[in-house]
Structures are given as structure tokens and as C-alpha cells.
């Protein structure tokens, strides 16, 4: 994978700001294990007092050695999803750091359903948008 294809997949983490509600629920349906379109980079989504957050806890060694290459040396433990706030049932908007960018932007995540959600955003005043769909696995990847 190179550098670009991790930027990308991180990317689509990107969306726009908002007011927040604290909300959430051990068990709600975007807590648990979820991974990337590309099967790259897996979270581990799990309420961080009123908020939810989202920690890499599997990256593929391509994704891996991108984000070294982008001044991040361990990409497993990085908290790519950071104080997330429930707007309504089902719909969250937080902060996304970008590794291979270095930088942290503002996110949203929609609940598509019980194994599915929509991470979704812009950068650039909204110039370039992108969203993707993470899919719930029961364990990580070998």
C-alpha cells in the first residue's frame, strides 16, 4: 500500500463541525471492533467517559509502515477517533487525526446499521469529500 492509499483511507475519516450531545451506552451499535474498506487498519470504538473514541488496534504492516514513514512511529494504540458526541440516536461528530497528515480534523459517523457504519467528512472548506463504510468484524485480523 503506499503512502497515499493510507491518506485516503484516513481520510474519509474527515467531515464537517457540529454542536455535540453527550450520548452513548456500552452496547450501543458503534462500539466494538471495525475495520477499513481496503481490510487495512482496524478500531476498536468504545465509549471514553460521555464521549466515544476509536483506537487503531490492527493496522496491515503496509499501513504501518506509511504511518512511520508520515513521523508516526507506532500506528497500533494511535487514537484515530477522538471525542465523539452524539448529535441524535445514531449519528456522532467528533475529531479525526490523520496520521499521514498530522493533523486533526472534524469527523462525523453515521450507524448504517448493526455491522455497518459511515465515516464520512471534508478538508478544505469542503473542496474534497469522501465517506466509507466500516464493517463490525468479531476478531481482528491474522
Known amino acids: 500500500m503506499r503512502k497515499t492509499g493510507v491518506a485516503l483511507i484516513v481520510m474519509s475519516l474527515l467531515a464537517s463541525p457540529a454542536g455535540a450531545v453527550p450520548s452513548g451506552r456500552p452496547g450501543d451499535p458503534v462500539t466494538g471492533l471495525w475495520i477499513n474498506p481496503h481490510h487495512s487498519v482496524a478500531l476498536q470504538n468504545e465509549l471514553c467517559g460521555n464521549a466515544l473514541c476509536g483506537r487503531v488496534v490492527w493496522a496491515s504492516s503496509g499501513a504501518k509502515e ?3 514513514d508520515s513521523g508516526v512511529p507506532n500506528l497500533i494504540g494511535v487514537d484515530l477517533l477522538q471525542d465523539y458526541r452524539s448529535r441524535r440516536p445514531g449519528e456522532w461528530q467528533g ?3 490523520v496520521p499521514d497528515m498530522g493533523h486533526k480534523f472534524s469527523s462525523e ?4 446499521g448493526p455491522d455497518r457504519i459511515k ?8 473542496l474534497l469529500c469522501k465517506s ?3 464493517t463490525r468484524i468479531a476478531e481482528l485480523p491474522k
Open 95 to 97: 475529531t479525526v487525526f
Open 109 to 112: 459517523l453515521d450507524v448504517l
Open 119 to 126: 465515516i464520512s467528512g471534508c478538508i478544505l472548506h469542503g
Open 66 to 68: 506509511d504511518a512511520r
Open 132 to 134: 466509507q463504510i466500516w
